[in-house]
Protein backbone atom coordinates (compact mmCIF):
# COMPACT_ATOMS: atom_id res chain seq x y z
CA UNK A 1 0.00 0.00 0.00
CA UNK A 2 0.94 3.56 -0.56
CA UNK A 3 -0.01 6.99 -1.60
CA UNK A 4 -0.05 8.92 -4.90
CA UNK A 5 -0.48 11.85 -6.45
CA UNK A 6 0.12 13.91 -9.58
CA UNK A 7 -0.31 16.85 -12.11
CA UNK A 8 -1.29 17.13 -15.51
CA UNK A 9 -1.18 20.66 -16.71
CA UNK A 10 -1.25 21.72 -20.70
CA UNK A 11 -1.25 25.63 -20.10
CA UNK A 12 1.60 26.09 -17.48
CA UNK A 13 4.95 24.70 -16.35
CA UNK A 14 4.24 22.61 -12.96
CA UNK A 15 5.27 23.76 -9.81
CA UNK A 16 7.62 21.14 -8.38
CA UNK A 17 8.11 22.49 -4.81
CA UNK A 18 4.26 21.98 -5.01
CA UNK A 19 4.02 18.34 -5.40
CA UNK A 20 7.46 17.69 -3.19
CA UNK A 21 4.57 18.78 -0.37
CA UNK A 22 1.98 17.25 -1.68
CA UNK A 23 4.52 14.13 -1.49
CA UNK A 24 5.07 14.88 2.21
CA UNK A 25 1.14 15.21 2.97
CA UNK A 26 1.22 11.06 1.96
CA UNK A 27 4.47 9.91 4.03
CA UNK A 28 2.34 8.47 6.81
CA UNK A 29 1.09 5.76 3.74
CA UNK A 30 4.38 5.34 2.00
CA UNK A 31 7.32 6.08 4.98
CA UNK A 32 9.64 3.52 3.81
CA UNK A 33 10.23 5.54 0.44
CA UNK A 34 9.30 7.95 -2.57
CA UNK A 35 9.67 8.79 -5.95
CA UNK A 36 9.00 11.64 -8.76
CA UNK A 37 8.87 11.57 -12.35
CA UNK A 38 8.63 14.83 -14.36
CA UNK A 39 7.31 15.25 -17.86
CA UNK A 40 7.11 18.43 -20.06
CA UNK A 41 3.60 18.63 -18.83
CA UNK A 42 2.98 16.08 -16.12
CA UNK A 43 4.68 14.82 -12.46
CA UNK A 44 3.91 11.63 -10.54
CA UNK A 45 5.00 11.22 -7.07
CA UNK A 46 4.51 8.33 -5.20
CA UNK A 47 5.06 7.64 -1.12
CA UNK A 48 6.06 3.79 -0.60
CA UNK A 49 5.01 0.96 2.23
CA UNK A 50 6.91 -1.86 1.47
CA UNK A 51 4.83 -5.38 1.61
CA UNK A 52 6.01 -6.93 -2.09
CA UNK A 53 9.46 -7.06 -3.31
CA UNK A 54 11.38 -4.21 -2.04
CA UNK A 55 13.68 -3.89 -5.19
CA UNK A 56 11.75 -4.57 -8.04
CA UNK A 57 8.59 -2.40 -6.76
CA UNK A 58 10.14 0.95 -7.15
CA UNK A 59 8.20 3.74 -8.15
CA UNK A 60 7.46 5.86 -10.33
CA UNK A 61 7.11 2.74 -12.81
CA UNK A 62 8.45 3.56 -16.35
CA UNK A 63 8.62 1.58 -19.41
CA UNK A 64 8.75 3.43 -22.97
CA UNK A 65 6.51 5.88 -22.69
CA UNK A 66 4.22 4.75 -19.82
CA UNK A 67 4.56 6.12 -16.39
CA UNK A 68 2.71 4.22 -13.23
CA UNK A 69 1.93 5.39 -10.00
CA UNK A 70 -0.21 2.75 -7.88
CA UNK A 71 -1.65 2.08 -4.52
CA UNK A 72 -3.23 -1.18 -3.53
CA UNK A 73 -2.44 -4.88 -3.95
CA UNK A 74 -3.84 -7.79 -6.40
CA UNK A 75 -4.60 -11.13 -5.16
CA UNK A 76 -4.30 -12.69 -8.80
CA UNK A 77 -1.01 -11.47 -9.58
CA UNK A 78 0.75 -14.75 -10.76
CA UNK A 79 -2.33 -15.52 -12.87
CA UNK A 80 -1.72 -12.03 -14.93
CA UNK A 81 1.52 -12.70 -14.97
CA UNK A 82 0.99 -16.08 -17.10
CA UNK A 83 -1.24 -14.36 -19.18
CA UNK A 84 1.52 -11.81 -20.30
CA UNK A 85 4.37 -13.81 -19.97
CA UNK A 86 2.56 -16.57 -22.55
CA UNK A 87 2.31 -13.26 -24.86
CA UNK A 88 6.12 -12.96 -24.96
CA UNK A 89 6.13 -10.25 -21.80
CA UNK A 90 9.56 -10.10 -19.36
CA UNK A 91 9.11 -9.52 -15.99
CA UNK A 92 12.33 -8.24 -13.81
CA UNK A 93 10.75 -8.87 -10.55
CA UNK A 94 7.57 -10.10 -8.62
CA UNK A 95 5.75 -6.90 -7.73
CA UNK A 96 2.06 -6.31 -8.82
CA UNK A 97 2.92 -3.35 -9.75
CA UNK A 98 5.05 -4.26 -12.62
CA UNK A 99 1.99 -6.22 -13.25
CA UNK A 100 -0.07 -3.67 -13.41
CA UNK A 101 2.08 -1.04 -15.57
CA UNK A 102 2.57 -4.48 -18.05
CA UNK A 103 -0.82 -5.64 -18.03
CA UNK A 104 -2.15 -1.60 -18.96
CA UNK A 105 0.72 -1.68 -21.83
CA UNK A 106 -0.59 -4.80 -23.25
CA UNK A 107 -4.38 -4.27 -22.79
CA UNK A 108 -5.15 -0.46 -22.17
CA UNK A 109 -7.63 0.61 -20.15
CA UNK A 110 -9.42 -3.43 -20.45
CA UNK A 111 -7.00 -4.68 -18.09
CA UNK A 112 -9.13 -2.88 -15.07
CA UNK A 113 -11.28 -5.90 -15.78
CA UNK A 114 -8.57 -8.47 -15.33
CA UNK A 115 -7.87 -7.66 -11.42
CA UNK A 116 -8.73 -9.26 -8.16
CA UNK A 117 -7.50 -6.90 -5.73
CA UNK A 118 -8.24 -3.14 -3.97
CA UNK A 119 -6.44 -0.28 -5.75
CA UNK A 120 -6.44 2.86 -6.86
CA UNK A 121 -3.32 4.15 -9.70
CA UNK A 122 -2.77 6.53 -12.43
CA UNK A 123 -0.46 5.91 -15.33
CA UNK A 124 0.90 8.66 -17.86
CA UNK A 125 1.23 8.20 -21.66
CA UNK A 126 4.28 10.97 -22.61
CA UNK A 127 3.62 9.59 -26.02
CA UNK A 128 -0.26 10.85 -26.27
CA UNK A 129 0.12 13.03 -23.68
CA UNK A 130 -3.01 11.04 -21.59
CA UNK A 131 -3.58 10.54 -18.21
CA UNK A 132 -6.00 7.43 -17.47
CA UNK A 133 -6.59 6.74 -13.37
CA UNK A 134 -8.70 3.85 -11.69
CA UNK A 135 -10.27 2.57 -8.58
CA UNK A 136 -11.05 -0.86 -7.62
CA UNK A 137 -14.46 -2.36 -7.89
CA UNK A 138 -15.45 -2.22 -4.09
CA UNK A 139 -13.71 1.46 -3.38
CA UNK A 140 -10.90 0.14 -0.74
CA UNK A 141 -8.37 2.20 -1.89
CA UNK A 142 -9.17 6.02 -2.11
CA UNK A 143 -8.23 8.72 -4.87
CA UNK A 144 -9.46 12.00 -5.09
CA UNK A 145 -9.04 15.16 -7.95
CA UNK A 146 -9.47 18.45 -8.63
CA UNK A 147 -9.82 20.13 -12.25
CA UNK A 148 -7.62 23.00 -12.70
CA UNK A 149 -7.20 25.46 -15.69
CA UNK A 150 -5.40 23.44 -18.29
CA UNK A 151 -4.85 20.48 -16.02
CA UNK A 152 -6.01 18.21 -13.48
CA UNK A 153 -4.65 17.45 -9.74
CA UNK A 154 -5.10 13.64 -7.82
CA UNK A 155 -4.15 12.65 -4.89
CA UNK A 156 -4.90 9.68 -2.19
CA UNK A 157 -6.13 11.93 -0.13
CA UNK A 158 -7.36 15.31 0.70
CA UNK A 159 -4.97 16.37 2.35
CA UNK A 160 -2.33 16.30 -0.23
CA UNK A 161 -4.65 18.07 -2.96
CA UNK A 162 -4.98 20.94 -0.41
CA UNK A 163 -1.27 21.65 -0.49
CA UNK A 164 -2.13 22.72 -4.50
CA UNK A 165 -2.74 26.52 -4.65
CA UNK A 166 -5.35 25.92 -7.20
CA UNK A 167 -7.55 23.87 -4.71
CA UNK A 168 -8.86 25.75 -2.09
CA UNK A 169 -10.31 24.36 1.00
CA UNK A 170 -13.67 26.33 0.99
CA UNK A 171 -17.46 23.91 1.39
CA UNK A 172 -20.49 25.77 -0.04
CA UNK A 173 -23.72 25.61 1.41
CA UNK A 174 -23.95 21.69 -0.67
CA UNK A 175 -20.57 20.54 1.28
CA UNK A 176 -21.81 22.14 4.89
CA UNK A 177 -25.26 20.19 4.25
CA UNK A 178 -22.50 17.02 3.13
CA UNK A 179 -21.44 16.69 6.32
CA UNK A 180 -25.20 17.72 8.23
CA UNK A 181 -27.22 15.50 6.27
CA UNK A 182 -25.12 12.68 4.81
CA UNK A 183 -22.20 12.99 6.89
CA UNK A 184 -20.04 10.70 8.34
CA UNK A 185 -20.60 9.45 4.55
CA UNK A 186 -20.46 11.16 1.49
CA UNK A 187 -22.16 11.26 -1.72
CA UNK A 188 -20.77 9.24 -4.40
CA UNK A 189 -18.05 11.38 -5.93
CA UNK A 190 -18.04 14.39 -3.56
CA UNK A 191 -15.41 15.25 -2.01
CA UNK A 192 -17.52 18.16 0.22
CA UNK A 193 -15.03 20.58 -0.33
CA UNK A 194 -15.88 22.94 -3.34
CA UNK A 195 -13.00 21.85 -5.66
CA UNK A 196 -12.84 18.43 -4.59
CA UNK A 197 -14.21 15.31 -6.50
CA UNK A 198 -13.96 11.64 -5.41
CA UNK A 199 -13.43 8.74 -8.47
CA UNK A 200 -15.81 6.39 -7.54
CA UNK A 201 -15.49 2.59 -7.50
CA UNK A 202 -15.51 0.46 -9.71
CA UNK A 203 -14.99 3.65 -12.48
CA UNK A 204 -11.83 4.59 -14.64
CA UNK A 205 -10.95 8.62 -16.13
CA UNK A 206 -9.18 9.48 -18.94
CA UNK A 207 -7.57 13.14 -18.92
CA UNK A 208 -6.46 14.58 -21.71
CA UNK A 209 -6.48 18.19 -23.63
CA UNK A 210 -10.26 17.96 -24.31
CA UNK A 211 -10.71 17.26 -20.66
CA UNK A 212 -11.61 14.21 -17.78
CA UNK A 213 -13.93 11.58 -19.27
CA UNK A 214 -14.92 9.46 -16.38
CA UNK A 215 -16.25 5.94 -17.42
CA UNK A 216 -17.89 2.62 -15.38
CA UNK A 217 -15.72 -0.98 -16.32
CA UNK A 218 -17.81 -3.08 -13.26
CA UNK A 219 -21.38 -3.23 -12.21
CA UNK A 220 -23.36 -5.65 -10.75
CA UNK A 221 -26.31 -7.34 -12.99
CA UNK A 222 -29.21 -9.31 -11.44
CA UNK A 223 -29.20 -13.01 -12.96
CA UNK A 224 -31.17 -16.10 -11.90
CA UNK A 225 -29.46 -18.34 -8.99
CA UNK A 226 -29.64 -21.85 -10.25
CA UNK A 227 -27.69 -23.55 -7.52
CA UNK A 228 -29.52 -25.18 -4.92
CA UNK A 229 -29.01 -24.45 -1.27
CA UNK A 230 -26.28 -27.34 -0.64
CA UNK A 231 -24.28 -26.42 -3.81
CA UNK A 232 -24.53 -22.80 -2.73
CA UNK A 233 -22.83 -23.52 0.92
CA UNK A 234 -19.98 -25.10 -0.95
CA UNK A 235 -19.59 -22.16 -3.96
CA UNK A 236 -19.72 -20.13 -0.92
CA UNK A 237 -17.45 -21.65 1.69
CA UNK A 238 -14.80 -22.33 -1.44
CA UNK A 239 -15.19 -18.12 -2.25
CA UNK A 240 -14.45 -17.20 1.51
CA UNK A 241 -11.48 -19.76 1.68
CA UNK A 242 -9.83 -18.68 -1.49
CA UNK A 243 -10.29 -15.11 -1.05
CA UNK A 244 -8.78 -15.50 2.65
CA UNK A 245 -5.89 -17.21 1.13
CA UNK A 246 -5.07 -14.80 -1.56
CA UNK A 247 -4.47 -12.01 0.73
CA UNK A 248 -2.55 -13.90 3.39
CA UNK A 249 0.50 -13.56 0.69
CA UNK A 250 3.09 -10.80 2.21
CA UNK A 251 6.78 -10.42 2.09
CA UNK A 252 6.83 -8.60 5.75
CA UNK A 253 4.63 -9.90 8.99
CA UNK A 254 0.92 -10.08 8.50
CA UNK A 255 -1.27 -10.49 11.47
CA UNK A 256 -5.07 -10.29 11.85
CA UNK A 257 -8.19 -8.17 13.93
CA UNK A 258 -10.53 -10.71 15.90
CA UNK A 259 -12.97 -9.20 17.29
CA UNK A 260 -14.88 -12.80 18.75
CA UNK A 261 -17.47 -11.88 16.28
CA UNK A 262 -18.45 -14.10 12.91
CA UNK A 263 -16.23 -12.39 9.99
CA UNK A 264 -12.69 -11.68 12.21
CA UNK A 265 -13.50 -15.35 13.69
CA UNK A 266 -13.37 -16.87 9.96
CA UNK A 267 -10.87 -14.80 9.01
CA UNK A 268 -8.29 -15.95 11.97
CA UNK A 269 -9.12 -19.38 11.52
CA UNK A 270 -8.46 -19.76 8.15
CA UNK A 271 -5.26 -17.61 8.34
CA UNK A 272 -4.29 -19.57 11.31
CA UNK A 273 -4.76 -23.07 9.62
CA UNK A 274 -2.20 -21.70 6.70
CA UNK A 275 0.33 -20.35 9.02
CA UNK A 276 0.32 -23.28 11.27
CA UNK A 277 0.70 -25.66 7.56
CA UNK A 278 3.88 -23.24 7.61
CA UNK A 279 4.90 -24.49 11.12
CA UNK A 280 4.03 -20.60 12.19
CA UNK A 281 2.09 -18.39 14.75
CA UNK A 282 -0.51 -16.42 13.52
CA UNK A 283 -0.70 -12.89 15.65
CA UNK A 284 -4.26 -11.68 16.24
CA UNK A 285 -5.49 -8.64 17.92
CA UNK A 286 -8.28 -6.94 19.42
CA UNK A 287 -9.50 -3.58 20.79
CA UNK A 288 -10.88 -2.82 24.47
CA UNK A 289 -11.74 -0.18 26.68
CA UNK A 290 -10.91 0.45 30.41
CA UNK A 291 -13.40 -0.73 32.69
CA UNK A 292 -16.25 -1.91 29.85
CA UNK A 293 -16.83 -5.09 31.81
CA UNK A 294 -17.76 -2.66 34.96
CA UNK A 295 -19.92 -0.56 32.67
CA UNK A 296 -21.44 -3.02 29.72
CA UNK A 297 -25.37 -3.25 30.09
CA UNK A 298 -26.39 -6.04 27.27
CA UNK A 299 -29.35 -4.68 24.72
CA UNK A 300 -31.03 -6.62 21.81
CA UNK A 301 -28.58 -4.50 19.58
CA UNK A 302 -25.75 -5.98 21.71
CA UNK A 303 -26.53 -8.77 24.13
CA UNK A 304 -23.03 -9.68 25.20
CA UNK A 305 -19.26 -8.71 25.85
CA UNK A 306 -16.76 -9.59 23.06
CA UNK A 307 -14.17 -10.21 25.44
CA UNK A 308 -14.51 -13.81 26.42
CA UNK A 309 -15.15 -14.85 22.95
CA UNK A 310 -12.01 -12.89 21.96
CA UNK A 311 -10.19 -15.39 24.49
CA UNK A 312 -11.89 -18.52 23.61
CA UNK A 313 -11.23 -18.06 20.07
CA UNK A 314 -7.31 -17.26 20.42
CA UNK A 315 -6.88 -20.20 22.69
CA UNK A 316 -8.76 -22.20 19.73
CA UNK A 317 -6.84 -21.10 17.05
CA UNK A 318 -3.49 -21.08 19.22
CA UNK A 319 -2.60 -17.77 18.11
CA UNK A 320 -0.36 -14.95 19.97
CA UNK A 321 -3.11 -12.92 20.65
CA UNK A 322 -2.73 -9.06 21.75
CA UNK A 323 -5.78 -7.22 23.32
CA UNK A 324 -5.44 -3.31 23.26
CA UNK A 325 -7.20 -1.51 25.79
CA UNK A 326 -8.44 2.05 25.57
CA UNK A 327 -9.02 4.78 28.00
CA UNK A 328 -11.32 7.38 28.00
CA UNK A 329 -9.31 10.52 27.81
CA UNK A 330 -6.63 8.82 24.62
CA UNK A 331 -9.85 8.15 22.90
CA UNK A 332 -11.38 11.96 22.78
CA UNK A 333 -7.81 13.26 22.32
CA UNK A 334 -7.65 11.57 19.28
CA UNK A 335 -10.82 12.57 17.96
CA UNK A 336 -9.10 15.52 16.56
CA UNK A 337 -5.77 12.91 15.11
CA UNK A 338 -8.91 10.82 13.24
CA UNK A 339 -10.31 13.94 11.86
CA UNK A 340 -6.82 14.11 10.25
CA UNK A 341 -6.30 11.40 9.12
CA UNK A 342 -9.89 11.32 7.53
CA UNK A 343 -9.56 14.90 6.68
CA UNK A 344 -13.23 14.84 7.28
CA UNK A 345 -15.34 14.65 10.24
CA UNK A 346 -15.66 11.16 10.63
CA UNK A 347 -17.55 8.52 12.93
CA UNK A 348 -16.39 9.82 16.03
CA UNK A 349 -14.86 7.47 18.31
CA UNK A 350 -15.43 5.11 16.45
CA UNK A 351 -13.06 6.62 13.96
CA UNK A 352 -10.50 7.52 16.96
CA UNK A 353 -10.50 3.99 18.28
CA UNK A 354 -9.50 2.28 15.38
CA UNK A 355 -6.44 5.08 14.91
CA UNK A 356 -5.30 4.13 18.51
CA UNK A 357 -5.77 0.60 17.98
CA UNK A 358 -3.83 0.57 14.48
CA UNK A 359 -0.71 2.56 15.96
CA UNK A 360 -0.13 0.14 18.24
CA UNK A 361 -0.61 -2.85 16.12
CA UNK A 362 2.02 -0.79 13.53
CA UNK A 363 4.45 -1.31 15.88
CA UNK A 364 4.60 -4.52 14.99
CA UNK A 365 3.41 -5.32 11.46
CA UNK A 366 2.83 -3.43 8.58
CA UNK A 367 -0.18 -5.83 7.00
CA UNK A 368 -3.00 -6.64 9.07
CA UNK A 369 -6.42 -8.65 7.73
CA UNK A 370 -10.51 -7.14 8.61
CA UNK A 371 -13.92 -8.43 8.60
CA UNK A 372 -15.81 -5.78 6.79
CA UNK A 373 -18.19 -6.33 4.09
CA UNK A 374 -19.64 -9.44 5.17
CA UNK A 375 -22.49 -7.96 6.89
CA UNK A 376 -23.67 -5.24 4.03
CA UNK A 377 -23.38 -8.37 1.38
CA UNK A 378 -24.81 -11.07 3.44
CA UNK A 379 -27.56 -8.89 5.58
CA UNK A 380 -26.14 -9.08 8.75
CA UNK A 381 -27.39 -5.32 9.60
CA UNK A 382 -30.33 -4.85 11.78
CA UNK A 383 -32.11 -2.91 8.64
CA UNK A 384 -32.23 -5.73 6.71
CA UNK A 385 -34.47 -7.44 9.06
CA UNK A 386 -36.46 -4.85 10.59
CA UNK A 387 -39.53 -4.07 8.44
CA UNK A 388 -40.19 -0.69 10.20
CA UNK A 389 -36.64 0.31 8.79
CA UNK A 390 -35.99 -1.97 5.55
CA UNK A 391 -38.71 0.00 4.11
CA UNK A 392 -37.64 3.14 4.70
CA UNK A 393 -37.85 5.84 2.08
CA UNK A 394 -34.13 6.61 2.19
CA UNK A 395 -30.69 5.02 4.01
CA UNK A 396 -31.96 2.88 6.51
CA UNK A 397 -29.01 3.83 8.79
CA UNK A 398 -29.92 7.50 8.78
CA UNK A 399 -33.70 8.01 9.56
CA UNK A 400 -33.02 10.98 11.47
CA UNK A 401 -32.52 13.33 8.69
CA UNK A 402 -35.01 15.72 9.42
CA UNK A 403 -34.01 16.12 13.42
CA UNK A 404 -30.70 16.50 11.56
CA UNK A 405 -32.02 19.19 9.29
CA UNK A 406 -33.17 20.81 12.33
CA UNK A 407 -29.53 21.56 13.74
CA UNK A 408 -28.16 23.47 10.88
CA UNK A 409 -27.30 26.87 10.97
CA UNK A 410 -29.75 27.46 8.84
CA UNK A 411 -32.60 24.75 10.21
CA UNK A 412 -34.10 23.14 7.25
CA UNK A 413 -37.47 21.49 7.44
CA UNK A 414 -37.89 18.06 7.58
CA UNK A 415 -39.12 18.00 3.83
CA UNK A 416 -35.88 20.40 2.83
CA UNK A 417 -33.44 18.08 4.40
CA UNK A 418 -34.69 14.53 3.10
CA UNK A 419 -35.07 16.22 -0.23
CA UNK A 420 -31.43 17.19 -0.31
CA UNK A 421 -30.60 13.25 0.58
CA UNK A 422 -32.92 11.90 -1.41
CA UNK A 423 -31.27 12.88 -4.56
CA UNK A 424 -28.68 10.88 -3.98
CA UNK A 425 -30.51 7.91 -2.09
CA UNK A 426 -32.81 8.14 -5.93
CA UNK A 427 -29.47 8.39 -7.89
CA UNK A 428 -28.39 4.75 -5.83
CA UNK A 429 -31.60 2.96 -5.97
CA UNK A 430 -31.14 4.05 -10.43
CA UNK A 431 -28.28 1.55 -10.64
CA UNK A 432 -29.84 -1.20 -8.97
CA UNK A 433 -30.27 -4.15 -11.29
CA UNK A 434 -33.72 -6.46 -11.45
CA UNK A 435 -34.77 -9.54 -12.61
CA UNK A 436 -38.03 -9.56 -14.26
CA UNK A 437 -40.88 -10.92 -11.89
CA UNK A 438 -39.17 -10.34 -8.69
CA UNK A 439 -41.29 -10.07 -5.50
CA UNK A 440 -41.53 -6.67 -4.32
CA UNK A 441 -39.54 -7.83 -0.91
CA UNK A 442 -37.04 -8.91 -3.08
CA UNK A 443 -37.01 -6.04 -5.08
CA UNK A 444 -35.87 -4.10 -1.78
CA UNK A 445 -33.33 -6.33 -0.82
CA UNK A 446 -31.50 -5.91 -4.22
CA UNK A 447 -31.99 -2.40 -3.49
CA UNK A 448 -30.20 -2.67 0.15
CA UNK A 449 -27.51 -4.44 -0.98
CA UNK A 450 -26.75 -2.06 -3.70
CA UNK A 451 -27.37 0.85 -1.35
CA UNK A 452 -25.10 -0.56 1.56
CA UNK A 453 -22.26 -1.39 -0.80
CA UNK A 454 -22.00 2.21 -2.30
CA UNK A 455 -22.83 4.01 1.12
CA UNK A 456 -22.48 2.19 4.76
CA UNK A 457 -19.71 -0.06 3.34
CA UNK A 458 -18.36 3.30 1.47
CA UNK A 459 -17.59 5.23 4.74
CA UNK A 460 -16.60 1.88 7.12
CA UNK A 461 -13.82 1.43 4.04
CA UNK A 462 -12.93 5.04 4.13
CA UNK A 463 -12.32 4.94 8.01
CA UNK A 464 -10.39 1.25 7.73
CA UNK A 465 -8.10 3.16 5.20
CA UNK A 466 -7.11 6.35 6.29
CA UNK A 467 -7.17 5.09 10.52
CA UNK A 468 -4.82 2.69 8.93
CA UNK A 469 -3.02 4.24 6.39
CA UNK A 470 -2.47 7.53 8.69
CA UNK A 471 0.25 4.66 10.55
CA UNK A 472 1.32 2.81 7.68
CA UNK A 473 -0.68 0.02 8.58
CA UNK A 474 -2.16 -1.96 5.39
CA UNK A 475 -5.32 -3.73 6.11
CA UNK A 476 -7.01 -6.43 3.52
CA UNK A 477 -10.67 -6.89 3.39
CA UNK A 478 -11.52 -10.58 2.09
CA UNK A 479 -15.01 -9.72 1.63
CA UNK A 480 -14.69 -7.15 -0.27
CA UNK A 481 -13.77 -9.86 -3.17
CA UNK A 482 -15.55 -8.31 -5.88
CA UNK A 483 -16.09 -12.70 -6.93
CA UNK A 484 -17.74 -12.71 -3.37
CA UNK A 485 -20.01 -9.88 -3.64
CA UNK A 486 -20.88 -10.46 -7.30
CA UNK A 487 -22.21 -14.00 -6.33
CA UNK A 488 -23.81 -12.99 -2.84
CA UNK A 489 -26.21 -10.10 -5.27
CA UNK A 490 -28.21 -13.01 -6.90
CA UNK A 491 -28.02 -15.44 -3.81
CA UNK A 492 -31.89 -15.95 -2.56
CA UNK A 493 -32.60 -14.25 0.72
CA UNK A 494 -34.30 -16.94 1.96
CA UNK A 495 -30.61 -18.43 1.44
CA UNK A 496 -29.22 -15.94 3.39
CA UNK A 497 -31.15 -16.23 6.01
CA UNK A 498 -30.94 -19.71 6.68
CA UNK A 499 -31.83 -20.79 10.00
CA UNK A 500 -34.02 -17.41 10.32
CA UNK A 501 -30.75 -15.93 11.51
CA UNK A 502 -28.85 -12.99 9.44
CA UNK A 503 -25.87 -14.56 7.62
CA UNK A 504 -27.22 -17.51 8.74
CA UNK A 505 -25.83 -19.25 5.00
CA UNK A 506 -22.71 -17.94 5.99
CA UNK A 507 -22.64 -19.57 9.68
CA UNK A 508 -23.67 -22.57 7.62
CA UNK A 509 -20.90 -23.03 5.28
CA UNK A 510 -18.20 -22.39 8.10
CA UNK A 511 -19.70 -25.20 10.00
CA UNK A 512 -16.44 -27.37 11.27
CA UNK A 513 -14.40 -24.02 11.04
CA UNK A 514 -15.53 -22.28 14.14
CA UNK A 515 -16.64 -23.55 18.05
CA UNK A 516 -20.52 -23.64 17.26
CA UNK A 517 -21.51 -21.23 19.78
CA UNK A 518 -19.12 -18.56 18.37
CA UNK A 519 -20.57 -19.97 14.98
CA UNK A 520 -24.03 -18.85 15.97
CA UNK A 521 -23.53 -16.03 18.14
CA UNK A 522 -25.64 -13.29 17.62
CA UNK A 523 -23.99 -10.23 15.77
CA UNK A 524 -22.42 -8.23 17.75
CA UNK A 525 -21.33 -4.30 16.64
CA UNK A 526 -17.84 -2.99 16.83
CA UNK A 527 -16.81 -2.40 20.47
CA UNK A 528 -17.10 1.08 21.71
CA UNK A 529 -16.85 2.26 25.60
CA UNK A 530 -19.40 1.72 27.41
CA UNK A 531 -18.18 3.79 30.23
CA UNK A 532 -20.27 7.30 31.13
CA UNK A 533 -17.35 9.05 31.87
CA UNK A 534 -16.93 9.38 27.90
CA UNK A 535 -20.14 11.27 28.01
CA UNK A 536 -19.19 13.62 30.69
CA UNK A 537 -16.05 14.32 29.39
CA UNK A 538 -17.27 15.25 25.63
CA UNK A 539 -19.87 17.47 27.31
CA UNK A 540 -17.61 18.96 29.29
CA UNK A 541 -15.21 19.71 26.11
CA UNK A 542 -18.35 20.77 23.72
CA UNK A 543 -19.54 23.34 26.54
CA UNK A 544 -16.07 24.59 26.80
CA UNK A 545 -15.86 25.18 23.14
CA UNK A 546 -19.15 26.84 23.00
CA UNK A 547 -18.12 29.57 25.42
CA UNK A 548 -14.48 29.97 24.00
CA UNK A 549 -14.02 32.89 21.56
CA UNK A 550 -12.55 29.98 18.47
CA UNK A 551 -15.69 28.08 18.28
CA UNK A 552 -16.13 27.19 14.66
CA UNK A 553 -18.85 24.59 15.22
CA UNK A 554 -21.63 26.81 14.92
CA UNK A 555 -20.65 28.27 11.30
CA UNK A 556 -22.42 24.75 10.56
CA UNK A 557 -24.42 23.81 13.51
CA UNK A 558 -27.18 26.05 15.32
CA UNK A 559 -25.60 27.54 18.14
CA UNK A 560 -29.46 27.48 20.27
CA UNK A 561 -30.41 23.81 19.28
CA UNK A 562 -26.42 22.74 20.00
CA UNK A 563 -26.96 24.14 23.69
CA UNK A 564 -30.54 22.42 24.04
CA UNK A 565 -28.44 19.04 23.11
CA UNK A 566 -25.97 19.45 25.87
CA UNK A 567 -28.68 21.09 28.39
CA UNK A 568 -30.77 17.43 28.35
CA UNK A 569 -27.81 15.31 27.71
CA UNK A 570 -28.41 14.26 24.20
CA UNK A 571 -31.96 13.69 25.05
CA UNK A 572 -33.52 16.31 22.73
CA UNK A 573 -32.25 14.16 19.69
CA UNK A 574 -34.30 11.14 19.98
CA UNK A 575 -32.51 9.22 17.24
CA UNK A 576 -29.10 7.86 16.15
CA UNK A 577 -26.91 9.74 13.73
CA UNK A 578 -25.72 7.14 11.85
CA UNK A 579 -26.68 3.41 12.32
CA UNK A 580 -26.39 1.91 16.16
CA UNK A 581 -22.76 3.18 16.39
CA UNK A 582 -23.60 7.02 16.71
CA UNK A 583 -25.52 7.49 19.51
CA UNK A 584 -25.71 10.84 21.85
CA UNK A 585 -22.23 10.70 22.91
CA UNK A 586 -21.00 9.58 19.63
CA UNK A 587 -23.11 13.17 18.27
CA UNK A 588 -21.61 15.34 20.73
CA UNK A 589 -17.97 13.76 19.85
CA UNK A 590 -18.77 14.47 15.92
CA UNK A 591 -19.62 18.06 16.84
CA UNK A 592 -16.33 18.50 18.24
CA UNK A 593 -14.68 16.95 15.22
CA UNK A 594 -16.18 19.40 12.83
CA UNK A 595 -14.89 21.95 15.04
CA UNK A 596 -11.11 20.83 14.78
CA UNK A 597 -11.60 19.85 10.77
CA UNK A 598 -12.78 23.51 10.15
CA UNK A 599 -9.78 24.62 12.29
CA UNK A 600 -6.87 22.26 11.23
CA UNK A 601 -8.20 22.91 7.55
CA UNK A 602 -8.94 26.39 7.90
CA UNK A 603 -12.49 25.95 6.01
CA UNK A 604 -14.09 28.48 4.39
CA UNK A 605 -17.61 28.04 4.77
CA UNK A 606 -19.52 30.08 1.97
CA UNK A 607 -22.85 31.26 2.51
Known sequence: MCGIAGEINFKRTIDIGVMN??????????PDADGIMESDCACLVHRRLIVIDPENGKQPMSEGEYTLVYNGELYNTDEIRAVLSEKGVCFFGHSDTEVVLKAFIEFGERCVEMFNGIFAFAVWNRKTRTLFMARDRIGVKPLFYAETDGGIVFASEIKALLRHPNVKPVITSEGAAQIMLVGPARTVGDGVFRDIRDLPAAYCGIFNKNGLTLKRYWELNAAAHSETFDE??????????DSVKRQLVSDVGL?????????????SAIAAHEFAKRGETLNTYSIDYRDNRKNFKASSFQPDEDAPYVAEMAEFLHTTHHNIVLDTPALTDALTDAVYARDLPGMADVDSSLYLFCREIKKDFSVAISGECADEIFGGYPWYHRPEVLHYDGFPW??????????????????EAEDFVRKSYNKCLSEVSYLDGESADDRRMREMFVLNLQYFMATLLDRKDRMSMAHGLEVRVPFCDYRLVEYAYNIPTEFKNYDGREKGLVRHAMEGVLPEHVLWRKKSPYPKTHNPNYMELLSRRLRELMAGDDCRVTEIVNAD?????????????????????????????YFLQIDAWLKKYDVIVEE
Open 561 to 589: ALREMLDTNGDSFTKNWYGQLMTAPQIFA
Open 232 to 241: TTAHLRELIF
Open 255 to 267: CTFLSGGLDSSII
Open 21 to 30: AMSRELTPRG
Open 398 to 415: ATSVPERGALMKKPLSGA
